[in-house]
C-alpha cells in the first residue's frame, strides 16, 4: 500500500484523534502541567493519536460534507477531550480547595510559593496536598485509567457520534459539586481541630481575661493545625486515592452521556 493511500484512507481519521488527544493533554493533570514543555504534550498528543487511530475505520472527505462540517467535527472531537480532562481536573480542584481551606483556618492564607504546574500563586499547605496527590494519582494508577478512558472513548463515542446536551452539563456540575464535597472531607480534620481550639480560646480568655490570649492564639493554633494535618494525613490520602480509584466509572459515565448527547 502507497503513501498516497495511506494518507488518503487515514489522515483525516488521524487529525480527529489527534483533536481529541490534544483536548485531553491540555486539560487533563499532571500532563497538562504548565511546567511540561508544549512540545512534550503535542508529542504526546501525536504519539496517542498514532496508537488510536488504527482502532477507527477509515473516514473519507465525503463523511463531512463540507470544510464546515470537519471544523465542526474537530472542535467535538478538541471538547470531548477537554472534558474528559475536566473531570480528572475537578478531583484535583477539590484537593487544591482543601489545601486553601486548611492554610486560611491555621493562619497561613498570606505568604504563598509558586506552584510549578500551575504556575500561580498556592498556599504552602495547597502546595503540599498537591505533590502528594500527583504521587498518589500516580501510585494508583490514575494514568492508567485515564488513558484506558481515551482507548474506551474510542469505542463508545467513536468520531461523528458526539453529541452535547443537558444531560451531559448536569453530570459535569456534579462532578464540580462532588470536589466542594471533596474538598470538605480532605478538611474537615483541621477545621474540626480549629473550631476546638477557638472554643477552648475563648473559654480561656472568658476565665483569665488577664491572659493575652490574642498572642498566644497564634502560636497554639499554627501548632495544633500542623499536628493535626501530620496526623490526618494517612486519613487524607486515603481519601485521595478512593477519588482517584473512581476515575474509570466517572469517565465512564460521561462517555455514555455524551455519545448521541444521552
Not at 496517542?48 to 472527505?61: F, H, R, S
Not at 505533590?131 to 469505542?155: D, R
Request: hydrophobic fraction near 60%.
Amino acid at each position: 500500500m502507497s503513501l498516497e493511500v495511506i494518507l488518503g484512507r487515514w489522515l483525516l481519521t488521524f487529525l480527529l484523534t489527534l483533536a481529541r488527544c490534544g483536548g485531553l493533554a491540555a486539560l487533563a493533570p499532571p500532563f497538562s502541567g504548565q511546567s511540561i514543555p508544549r512540545q512534550v504534550k503535542v508529542g504526546l498528543a501525536a504519539t496517542l493519536a498514532l496508537i488510536l487511530t488504527p482502532l477507527l475505520p477509515p473516514i473519507g472527505a465525503a463523511a463531512f460534507g463540507s470544510t464546515i462540517g470537519l471544523a465542526a467535527t474537530l472542535l467535538g472531537e478538541l471538547a470531548v477531550g477537554a472534558v474528559m480532562g475536566m473531570t480528572v481536573r475537578f478531583t484535583f480542584a477539590g484537593i487544591g480547595m482543601a489545601g486553601e481551606l486548611c492554610s486560611i483556618q491555621i493562619g497561613l492564607g498570606m505568604p504563598a510559593v509558586l506552584d510549578p504546574h500551575a504556575q500561580i500563586q498556592v498556599t504552602s499547605v495547597n502546595n503540599l496536598l498537591d505533590q502528594i496527590s500527583v504521587l498518589i494519582f500516580l501510585i494508583v494508577g490514575g494514568h492508567h485509567a485515564l488513558l484506558l478512558g481515551l482507548v474506551q472513548s474510542m469505542t463508545l463515542v467513536p468520531p461523528l457520534t458526539v453529541g452535547f446536551d443537558g444531560g451531559t452539563l448536569e453530570y459535569l456540575m456534579g462532578l464540580f459539586a462532588a470536589s466542594f464535597l471533596l474538598a470538605v472531607r480532605l478538611a474537615a480534620p483541621v477545621s474540626a481541630a480549629m473550631l476546638v481550639t477557638m472554643v477552648a480560646l475563648g473559654l480561656l480568655n472568658r476565665a483569665a481575661p488577664h491572659v493575652n490570649v490574642f498572642m498566644v492564639s497564634f502560636a497554639l493554633i499554627l501548632g495544633v493545625g500542623f499536628l493535626v494535618l501530620m496526623a490526618a494525613l494517612p486519613i487524607i490520602v486515603g481519601v485521595m486515592a478512593g477519588s482517584f480509584r473512581d476515575l474509570p466509572q466517572v469517565l465512564g459515565g460521561l462517555l455514555v452521556r455524551v455519545h448521541h448527547g444521552q
